[in-house]
């Protein structure tokens, strides 16, 4: 595990350009600033070039999108593709709702995406695999996670995490299962897409290998949030979010490094 990405995270200070969903948008801008990378959001179809050009990783987030906004996803990641920024997808509710499915294949042939981070549902759904999925959250499904997600990346030629109570990390080939995190987590909305943002701030200081990125994110971010627990355990969904991003602030590789819990499944 590279743990001192998260030093170069913060001394690089990456710019990460978000299409976010009305939502969740001021945590995933607030966790990109806490943790110590740039944020910043785009709305605006014609200024796609510029945004990317100041942008070192690009985060493309379904979860509340309008037609008119599909063509700036596409733009957006076609134009990241010209210009070697990483694209990072989140398909939100995919495996819920048939034509965010349909748009989300679409993009996906349209574009190259370095890294999708899902739920269950969502990574099943992508990858043809049947599951009862349940809005935003991951639902119900008794497929083989670890093969769900080494499908989906290989079928999209990505990383793949498959986010929930144990976290899957693939590029189709080596996968890494990821414990540390807390339940905590899935009941604050928008912890996802707060992953997935954080996801493109590694990916922007690890160009080289995204699978490396992933797990870094994915580790440091239920890190963050298994410490918010361990030093106030009675910490609700009303306060976890102030303490999550302090943690988000606060976290050190040392911390990292012993707080740690992963298992390369295969290699
Ligand atoms: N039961 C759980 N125990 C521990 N950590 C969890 C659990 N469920 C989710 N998480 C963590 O929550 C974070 C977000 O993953 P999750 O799968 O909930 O995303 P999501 O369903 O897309 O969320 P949202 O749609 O609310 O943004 C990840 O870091 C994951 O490890
Ligand atoms: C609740 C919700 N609905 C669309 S997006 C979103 C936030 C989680 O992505
Ligand atoms: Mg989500």
Redesign the pocket.
Known sequence: MEYELLSQLRQQNPVVLNISNFV?VQDVANGLNALGASPIMSQEIKETAAMVDIAQAVQLNLGAFTQTEVAHLRQMGITANQAQRPVVL?P?AVGAIAYRLQVAQQLLQEMHVNIIR??AG?IAALGGFAWQSQG???GQGAGDLIEIAQTTAQRFHCVVIL???T?IVTDGQRVTEIYN???M??V????????SSVTAAFAAVQSEDYYEAARMA?LT??TC?QLVMQHQPDCGPGSFLPAFLDQLYQIQVEELQQMADFQEVRS
């Open positions: 969740t989140d939100v899902g739920n969502e935003i959250d991951a986010s929930g109570a976290d995190g807390t339940p987590l899935a604050h909305v928008g912890s996802g897409d707060m992953l994915t971010f239920g949030g």
